[in-house]
Every structure is written in C-alpha cells, then in structure tokens.
C-alpha cells in the first residue's frame, strides 16, 4: 500500500471516529513534518510508513517531543 492510499483510509477513519477534531496534513513543528495530524481533546501524530519507507530518519524527528500520541502505521 502506498503513502496515498493509507493516508486516505487513515483521514477517513479519523473524520468518523473524531468528528470534533481538526485534521491537519503534512503539519510542519520544529524541523519535522508530521504526515497526519488530529487535534481533539489531545494532539495525536500520524507518521505514515509505506512498503517504500523505511525508519531511519525516526530517531532525529524531533516532534516528537511535541505531540501527546505518536502512530506509525
């Protein structure tokens, strides 16, 4: 599946689930990206990683930091 596709049924998935909050894409904070971002009652973050990614750059995403939920899917 690539980065499209799951980003795709990802949004959906959030807009039935949380359709209080806000969704935000590709969200710059510091000097990561954050693929998908929800914000409702907390800040939850989103790394997308398709069959063409890999997880390397995962220990220098420095927003990290700044988000209460982290998910790589």
Not at 47 to 65: A, C, G, V
């Amino acid at each position: 599946m690539d980065d499209k596709a799951i980003r795709g049924i990802l949004i959906e998935w959030l807009q039935a689930n949380y359709p209080e909050g806000r969704i935000y894409q590709e969200k710059s904070i510091g000097e990561s990206v954050c693929d998908v971002m929800l914000v409702s009652d907390c800040l939850t973050g989103f790394e997308i990683k398709s069959d063409r990614d890999s997880y390397r750059r995962l220990p220098r995403w420095s927003i990290i930091s700044s988000i209460s939920t982290i998910t790589i899917s």
